[in-house]
């Protein structure tokens, strides 16, 4: 899968969450943050990844695999029913993805 493709096929994602209330916004050329309608949760970022024999798939921001990209409503699916992470119940987790926000504005 090739850069566009790539962003196609996350753009695509951002829309299948969009369409259940989530909002998506690309945060790279190759990372998307999704935020839950509910902000008691701080949402995941997914990026693409090539699988067994190539085939791409979507997975979280710690390498976990959600769904083959030609899944756009199972990854949708597998996103919104994600359990938060350890990571994000940390103390100072907010402050860390503030801080890293505001450094990307920066650059």
Request: hydrophobic share 35%.
């Amino acid at each position: 899968m090739n850069p566009a493709q790539r962003l196609d096929a996350l753009h695509a994602l951002a829309s299948e969450l969009a369409a259940t209330g989530w909002s998506a916004r690309l945060e790279d050329p190759d990372l998307l943050h999704a935020v839950p309608p509910d902000s008691a949760r701080p949402g995941t970022t997914v990026r693409i990844k090539d699988g067994v024999g190539g085939v791409p798939w979507f997975i979280t921001s710690t390498g976990d695999p959600l769904r083959p990209c030609h899944d756009l409503p199972g990854a949708g699916r597998e996103i919104r029913t994600q359990p938060l992470s350890q990571e994000s119940r940390a103390p100072g987790y907010a402050l860390m993805r503030m801080k890293s926000a505001l450094q990307r504005i920066v650059r």
